[in-house]
């Protein structure tokens, strides 16, 4: 029972993989901006966590549900895969939207884009 919640967040990024495979969300669609872009986010909220644990605002909660593999002071093994989790379902999401905006969006006619001012501080 204590590797329960790390299975789950393998099971959720299991699921994040198929979806991008799928749609080409992420990594499917650049491999290498994709991984730059979650190696970032992941030590972004690391870091984020670190100041919280250094400040004493986060500190790591006794579950049965989890290894109890603590990877530092106060940051449980689950964490990781946590964050990673966060941020490909983030990237997921944000790709996925943005295809359906721009799916749904009505098109747009070159009379519909006004052209820009160039009065440049003449006066009228």
């Known amino acids: 029972m204590g590797v329960l919640y790390l299975l789950g967040l393998l099971v ?5 993989v198929l979806l991008d495979r799928r749609f080409h969300l992420f990594f499917w669609r650049d491999a290498r901006r994709a991984a730059i872009v979650l190696a970032v986010g992941v030590l972004f909220f690391l870091g984020w966590d670190a100041a ?32 990673a989790l966060l941020c490909y379902l983030t990237m997921n999401l944000f790709t996925a939207v943005g295809r359906m905006l721009e799916r749904f969006a009505p098109e747009r006619t070159a009379a519909e884009h006004p052209e820009p001012r160039r009065d440049h501080g003449e006066a009228s």
């Open 52 to 83: 919280g644990i250094n400040l004493g605002i986060f500190f790591r909660g006794e579950t049965s549900f989890m290894t109890g593999i603590v990877v530092a002071r106060e940051l449980p093994l689950e964490e990781l895969f946590f964050l």
């Open 12 to 16: 959720a990024l299991t699921g994040m």
